[in-house]
């Protein structure tokens, strides 16, 4: 038995018409493939970490407004403005992140009072310390939240 060419597998691909099929090389294909999906895993993974540092921000805002809460509560009877000694106290629990002033919080008594009338509160009466902190979601130039800002209060019975 004699192994001979066959001349089908030599020649050129033809179709069923007699036709020519020309081959087109593939080299490129996962290149440009990766090209088109490239922008969008980068633009999911710097979201994931905004995400996350935006959450971050929160919890602190929440920790921070949470202590000056407690500190304002504990302000009856004392010397000098307790609201000013809660925004401190707020300020300082915020500080290794978070670029918080005395501007970031209000107060709020659930009997009417204010921070210069301290003989006024009752012990058992509310106070409420807020804060706001603003936050940034731009991602790849793309500002998908514009004017957000974190919200955190905190209320604790006046002792």
Request: net charge neutral.
């Amino acid at each position: 038995m004699r192994l001979s060419t066959h001349r089908a597998l030599l020649s050129p691909p033809h179709d069923g018409a007699g036709r020519r099929v020309v081959w087109r090389r593939e080299d490129g294909q996962t290149l440009i493939e990766f090209a088109f999906v490239l922008p969008v895993l980068l633009f999911i993974l710097v979201g994931i970490l905004k995400c996350g540092l935006l959450f971050n921000n929160y919890i602190t805002l929440n920790n921070a407004v949470r202590s000056g809460a407690r500190t304002l509560a504990l302000g009856r009877g004392q010397p000098g403005d307790p609201c000013d000694v809660a925004y401190s106290d707020a300020e300082g629990k915020g500080a290794p992140t978070l670029s918080l002033t005395r501007g970031s919080f209000t107060t709020g008594f659930s009997g009417g009072e204010t921070c210069m009338t301290t003989s006024n509160w009752l012990q058992g009466d509310q106070a409420t310390l807020t804060g706001t902190y603003p936050c940034d979601l731009t991602i790849l130039g793309i500002n998908l939240w514009p004017g957000c800002s974190l919200t955190a209060s905190a209320t604790e019975a006046i002792e």
